[in-house]
């Protein structure tokens, strides 16, 4: 389904990305076609055990003109800023805190730890944030849908999934298309265009 427009007022204040198989090509591509002046917080769960989720951060950081980190416990999520989900655990938007992360090492969700649904869950129950930008890129599994689909109950979200013929694996983003979730399907070459037009609004 390509709705291909956001309902009237909706106002992104968060993006955020998932991914599993094929994720960090596909990240490098979108995060490095960004440009500083990307006006709201991004925040990425990638499935990926400790260490490497760091070594990427790093890796992402000195590619990008976006600053790129591993995400820690406390972090207020900033404008043109980029947390990576630390392999290992959860990643949640505290209650406590206007946009503040919260790190958790809760029990596997999807046999997953960091999983996206965790996230966007998270995000659906914060009582600071609506408008919600949500990329699901290439990976094996459903991760992703349980969250949308909380989030779409409780605030004004927009998702965008990647296409099948630029996905490595068509788990994640497919789980998303059948349940007509998809506000959009786009090639990975397209996705970090179009995310900059809707932060512009245009």
């Known amino acids: 389904m390509n709705r291909n427009k956001p309902e009237p007022g909706f106002a992104p204040e968060l993006l955020v990305l998932a991914a599993s198989t094929g994720g960090p090509a596909a990240l490098e591509k979108i995060i490095c076609a960004l440009k500083k002046d990307f006006s709201i917080p991004i925040v990425i769960v990638q499935h990926m055990p400790k260490p490497f989720t ?3 951060a790093k890796a992402l950081d000195k590619k990008s003109e976006l600053l790129v980190k591993e995400a ?19 990643l949640k938007l505290s209650g406590k805190q206007r946009l503040a992360l919260a790190l958790s ?13 965790v996230l966007l869950k998270s995000i659906a129950e914060s009582r600071f944030i609506d408008g919600i930008l ?16 909380r989030l779409n109950q409780n605030k004004r979200a927009y998702c965008i999934v990647q296409d099948e013929s630029t996905s490595i694996v ?15 399907v786009l090639p990975l070459t397209a996705i970090a265009e179009r995310l900059c037009a809707l932060v512009r609004k245009e």
Not at 72 to 90: E, K, T
Not at 172 to 182: D, G, S, Y
């Open 54 to 56: 760091e070594a990427f």
């Open 72 to 90: 820690q416990n406390g972090d207020v999520l900033a404008a043109g800023s980029v947390y990576i989900a630390p392999g290992g655990a959860h």
């Open 105 to 117: 090492d809760d029990a596997l969700v999807n046999g997953v730890r960091p999983a996206a649904d």
């Open 134 to 149: 949500v990329v699901i890129l290439t990976g094996m599994g459903s991760d992703g849908l349980a969250g949308l689909q």
């Open 170 to 184: 068509y788990g994640m983003p497919l789980r998303i298309v059948e349940a007509e979730l998809a506000d959009e």
